[in-house]
C-alpha cells in the first residue's frame, strides 16, 4: 500500500513541478492598453508626417506623382485615393506645419486630374514620353503596344521589371513637362510684353489726341488776341503808307 502510494506520489510530482514552473500570461492591464494607444497614436502621426513630406516633394506639374498613381486610374480610383489622403493628412489631424500646403496641393491635383481637357492632356504627353523611351532604348517592335503589353513584355522584365521601367517614363515625362512649362511661360512673358506695348502705344495715342486737343482749344481761345493784333498791325501799315503818300506828295 505504502509502496503503490510513493509511487503514486512519485509519477505525480513532476507534473506537479511542471505545472507550477510554467506560468500563464498575464492579462492585459489597463497601463497596456493606454501604451498600445500611445504608440499607435505616435505610429499614426509619424505616417502623416511622412505623407505629408511625400506630397511636398512630388513633382508638382505631375498630379499623378502627387497623388501616388499612375494613368491608368479610373475617375473613381482617382477621387477614392484623394479622399483617403486628404483626411489621412488633414491639418486638423497632422501636427506637421506645412500639412495646409500639402493639402492645397493634393486638392490641385485632384481638380487637375478631374477635368478631362487637362488630363487628356497630360496623358498624351506621358504617351509621349513612353514612345520616346521604347526609340532610345532601341524597342521599335512595341511603338504600337499599350502600356500593360510593353509592362508585361520581356524587354521590361530585362530591364530590371515594372517598377524600373515606370521610373524611367516617369523620368522623362518629368523632362518633358518641365520643357513644356518652360515655353509655356515663355509664351506668357512674350504675351505680357505685347500687351505692355500695346498698352503704351494706346497711351501715347491717347496723349498725341489730348495734345491735339489742348493745342486747338488754345488757338480758339486766343483768336480774338489773333484779331485784335492783326487789326492792330492792318491799321499801322494803313497810317504808314498815308504819311509816306504825304511826305512823296509834298
Do not use: C
Not at 70 to 99: G, N, V
Not at 140 to 168: C, D, F, H, P, Q
Not at 191 to 204: S, T, V, W
Amino acid at each position: 500500500m505504502s509502496t503503490s502510494t510513493s509511487s503514486n506520489n512519485a509519477a505525480a510530482g513532476p507534473s506537479s513541478k511542471s505545472s507550477k514552473g510554467k506560468r500563464s500570461p498575464s492579462p492585459p492591464t489597463i497601463l497596456d492598453a493606454e501604451l498600445e494607444k500611445l504608440l499607435s497614436r505616435e505610429a499614426s502621426a509619424f505616417q502623416r508626417e511622412v505623407e505629408v513630406e511625400r506630397i511636398l516633394k512630388a513633382f508638382k506639374l505631375n498630379p499623378y506623382d502627387i497623388l501616388d498613381l499612375d494613368e491608368t486610374a479610373t475617375q473613381d480610383d482617382i477621387k477614392k485615393k484623394y479622399r483617403q489622403l486628404s483626411l489621412f493628412i488633414h491639418p486638423d489631424k497632422t501636427p506637421h506645419p506645412r500639412a495646409p500646403d500639402a493639402f492645397d496641393i493634393l486638392k490641385k491635383a485632384e481638380s487637375e486630374l478631374s477635368e478631362k481637357a487637362k488630363r487628356d492632356e497630360l496623358d498624351a504627353l506621358l504617351s509621349q514620353a513612353r514612345t520616346l523611351l521604347v526609340r532610345e532604348m532601341g524597342w521599335s517592335s512595341m511603338n504600337s503596344k499599350a502600356i500593360k503589353e510593353i509592362e508585361a513584355s520581356e524587354e521590361v522584365t530585362a530591364l530590371g521589371g515594372v517598377k524600373v521601367w515606370r521610373e524611367r517614363v516617369r523620368a522623362k515625362t518629368k523632362e518633358l513637362l518641365i520643357d513644356e512649362e518652360l515655353r509655356r511661360r515663355k509664351a506668357l512673358q512674350l504675351a505680357l510684353a505685347n500687351e505692355g506695348l500695346e498698352a503704351r502705344k494706346k497711351d501715347e495715342e491717347v496723349a498725341t489726341r489730348k495734345r491735339k486737343a489742348d493745342d486747338e482749344k488754345a488757338w480758339e481761345a486766343n483768336r480774338e488776341q489773333r484779331v485784335d493784333s492783326w487789326r492792330s498791325f492792318a491799321n499801322t501799315s494803313k497810317k504808314k503808307k498815308k504819311g509816306k503818300s504825304a511826305t512823296l506828295l509834298g
